[in-house]
């Protein structure tokens, strides 16, 4: 079995060659890491004006069942506090 070389003039090419191949591959990965990451922020975006609209209706949920809790019960305590009132 003989050993093959390779000249310095090969090994150069071959060189640019594999250069030129990763840079195309890290711009072609990095366009779409940035078109991933614009939509994963529109995301966000839209699920922090969600949360917002969710916060809202979850106060006026906890003082609905709050008021439909707590004044019947407050009720109650005064009425057996001051039964002749």
């Known amino acids: ?45 839209g699920l922090e004006k969600d949360n917002k609209h969710l916060s809202k209706l979850l106060w006026w949920l906890m003082g609905i069942v709050s008021a439909g809790v707590v004044l019947p019960l407050l009720a109650l305590a005064l009425k057996i506090l001051f039964p002749k009132i």
């Open 1 to 45: 079995m003989e050993k093959q070389y390779v000249t310095k003039e090969e090994l150069k090419t071959l060189d640019t060659k594999i250069d030129g191949k990763l840079n195309t591959m890290s711009a072609t990965i990095d366009g779409k890491l940035n078109t991933m990451s614009a939509t994963i922020n529109g995301r966000f975006d």
